[in-house]
């Protein structure tokens, strides 16, 4: 079965607001055996509605739409596909009642716009919302043996309907089955090639690392295949599933009763900040100094004036005692820091945009890498966070 997801908002086609509810609904049909052959998206207009479902019934056999079931003047989804269809539009009496009452309850007026929320195409099957006003539905059209799934753009909504419309349709099971590893430490090109006997994959870089998603309509061949991926990629897996390197440490650091704090310039808290994300993180993470200025690293910090003088804050010198500084000023058992240039501006031919030193101080060492990453101002600071964490991530796996 083949499935095109149409997205309707004119927020998303001015690039007001960024959709999110494809990403859900195209995994959620992976998931299900639906091959997704495209993903439209299109403004709040009837015109265009109509064209892009007329396109999408003719290469698709299902198409799942979300947004304009609303009660305002441009929810205008369920009129577009009542014309491409050529099918009027009817009240479902019961759930017009349902909203007759809701508004009533609420001291509000059940306006004509307000009662276009119960309408749905002739011989559709309703879709009722758990959760929010406006009706979906499922539209079979027997002449073709296609059919439409009109669904909010609320995700709430959305995502509640989704599993409902799902059951209509009979598909209860999974037939589709996915596997993410997330990895740092080696490019996009590096794990391509360290997989490349993998088929069924997809390869995703970001500032945080690669993610390597592996498909398989078969779960003992997706499982094997894990199995030699968890082998072959070792440490350079950070985390399977949807979690962030800051959890991954964090469990780490609870485990072994440790303690951790951060000295932060170029990041400028991201780091404690990504730290302090994860719920419970209060056990392990003390506190952080955003040294910005110099004069906070030398007297906050303590960095040797000297230092700072001759060889600038963006050194390792500096970074190493950034790390000393907070670790023993918060007197935790591991500390990191980071001094740098994240640009666009301030970079030299000898200290370039994007050099950084990030420091890690532990009971028994202190350890200083310096990399140059590239990119716009925030996605350095990003992997500047990245970086420093997985330096702890490493480092506490050795000690297991």
């Known amino acids: 079965m083949k499935a095109i997801i149409l997205i309707i908002g004119s927020e998303f086609t001015k690039g007001l607001k960024q959709d999110k509810n494809s990403l859900f609904i195209a995994k959620k049909l992976f998931q299900k055996g639906i091959d997704i052959e495209a993903i439209i998206t299109t403004s709040d207009d009837i015109y265009n509605i109509q064209t892009f479902l007329k396109i999408a019934l003719d290469k698709a056999d299902i198409v799942f739409t979300s947004g304009g079931l609303g009660a305002t003047s441009d929810d205008l989804t369920r009129e577009a596909i009542s014309e491409a269809i050529g099918v009027p539009l009817i009240f479902n009496e019961d759930w017009l009642k349902k909203l007759k009452e809701d508004y009533k309850k609420a001291g509000l007026d059940f306006t004509e716009e307000r009662k276009k929320m119960a309408k749905l195409p002739y011989n559709a099957k309703p ?15 027997d002449d073709v043996q296609k059919a439409i799934v009109a669904l909010p ?11 409902i419309a799902f059951d209509y ?12 590893f997330r990895t740092y430490g080696k490019s996009e090109i590096k794990i391509d090639e360290l997989t490349k006997d993998i088929d069924k994959k997809i390869i995703n870089a970001s500032p945080k690392g690669v993610d390597l998603f592996i498909y398989d309509n078969a779960k003992e061949f997706l499982e094997n295949k894990v199995a ?6 070792g440490n350079l897996i950070y985390a399977e599933d949807e979690i962030e390197m800051e959890e991954v440490v964090g469990k780490l650091l609870k485990e072994k009763g440790y303690t951790i704090s951060t000295a932060e310039s170029s990041t400028g808290g991201m780091i404690a900040t990504r730290i302090v994300n994860v719920p419970g993180s209060s056990a392990y993470f003390k506190g952080s100094v955003v040294s910005y200025a110099n004069e906070v690293k030398e007297n906050i910090l303590k960095v040797n004036k000297e230092d700072l ?8 010198p500096v970074g190493r005692q950034m790390a000393e500084g907070v670790k023993k000023l918060l007197n935790t058992d591991f500390a990191l820091s980071d001094t740098g240039i994240a640009g666009p501006t301030g970079g030299t031919k000898e200290k370039p945009v994007g050099l950084h030193y990030i420091g890690m101080a532990t009971p028994s060492e202190t350890i200083v890498e310096k990399v140059i990453f590239s990119g716009e101002r925030n996605d350095i600071r990003l992997r500047v966070s990245q970086h420093a964490l997985n330096m702890l991530r490493l480092y506490l796996l050795k000690q297991n």
């Open 127 to 141: 879709i009722e919302n758990p959760i929010g006003k406006a009706l979906g539905f499922i539209k079979v059209l």
């Open 228 to 233: 030699v991926l968890r082998e072959r990629l």
């Open 153 to 163: 753009g609320v995700p709430s909504e959305m995502k509640a309907m989704l599993k």
């Open 169 to 180: 349709l009979g598909l209860k099971e999974d037939k589709g089955f996915v596997y993410l």
């Open 309 to 316: 003088e001759k060889l600038g804050a963006v050194s390792e």
